[in-house]
C-alpha cells in the first residue's frame, strides 16, 4: 500500500535529494516520483501503526537520536547538522510493530539536530489546550541526549534548553509572519527569554 503527496518541484528535489543520500529506517521509503509540469507526485510506502501518546514521548525522542545520529553531517559547538523532520510532533510519529516511525516528511531537510525540538515547550509557555501540538513532557531531553551520547552539566543543559527554545520561538515568528499568523505570544515570550 502507498500514499501520494504533491510538492512543489523544488521541494520534491530537496525530499528526493535526501532519500537518494541516506537510508533513513524511521521514516516511510520514497516508492515512485512523477514531475508534471511544476508539481511532483511522491508516493511513499504506507506505515500501519498508532499515533504515539505523550506516555511515548521518550522513547519517540530516543528514536529521533537515532535517527540523527544515522545522518549526522557536520559539528556545531552545541550539536550537530543532520537530516531533521522538520514538523515533530506527536500527530506525526506512529508506534508500529517495527518501532518508532516518523510520517509526513514534506519538511525533510537538513539543519542543527536540536531544531526537531521545535514543539517542546520547556519553558511550559503555551496553554495545552490551546496549543494542544506542543509536548511538556521534559523526558524528551534526557532520552534523546542518551540517544545521541552526549553528556552534559546541569548549567550546559540549561544553556542548551535556553538555546533550543529561542530557535523555536524565532522560527515559529518567521514561519508565523510568513503565514499570516498572529505571532504576539511568540514575540513576547521571546523577548522574556532573551531579556
Known amino acids: ?6 510538492f512543489k ?3 520534491a528535489e530537496r525530499i528526493i535529494g535526501i532519500y537518494e543520500k541516506f537510508d533513513i529506517p524511521f521514516i516511510p521509503r520514497l516508492v ?13 510506502e504506507w506505515i500501519d501503526g498508532d499515533k504515539a501518546a505523550e506516555a511515548d514521548v521518550p522513547d519517540v525522542y530516543r528514536a529521533l537520536g537515532k535517527m540523527h545520529l544515522l545522518c549526522k553531517q557536520g559539528i556545531y559547538d552545541n550539536g550537530f547538522e543532520t537530516i531533521c523532520h522538520g514538523d ?10 517495527g518501532g518508532i516511525r516518523f510520517v509526513d516528511v514534506t519538511y525533510l531537510h537538513k539543519e542543527w539536530n536540536f531544531s526537531d525540538f521545535d514543539y517542546m ?3 511550559d509557555l503555551y496553554d495545552p489546550v490551546e496549543f494542544p501540538w506542543m509536548t511538556h513532557n521534559k523526558e524528551c ?4 541526549l542518551d540517544a545521541i551520547g552526549q553528556k552534559l552539566s546541569p548549567a550546559e543543559n540549561e544553556s542548551l534548553i535556553k538555546s533550543i527554545m529561542v530557535f ?3 522560527n ?13 505570544v511568540e514575540e513576547k515570550y521571546l523577548k522574556e527569554i532573551v531579556g
Open 1 to 6: 500500500m502507498i500514499t501520494e503527496k504533491k
Open 9 to 11: 518541484k523544488e521541494h
Open 32 to 44: 515512485e516520483s512523477k514531475l508534471t509540469g511544476n508539481d511532483c507526485f511522491l508516493s511513499f
Open 88 to 97: 515533530f510532533h506527536l500527530g506525526n510519529i506512529l508506534k508500529t510493530a
Open 121 to 123: 515547550d520547556f519553558y
Open 141 to 144: 531531553l534526557p532520552a534523546y
Open 168 to 170: 523555536s520561538l524565532k
Open 172 to 184: 515559529n515568528i518567521r514561519n508565523g509572519i510568513a503565514n499570516n499568523i498572529d505571532v504576539a
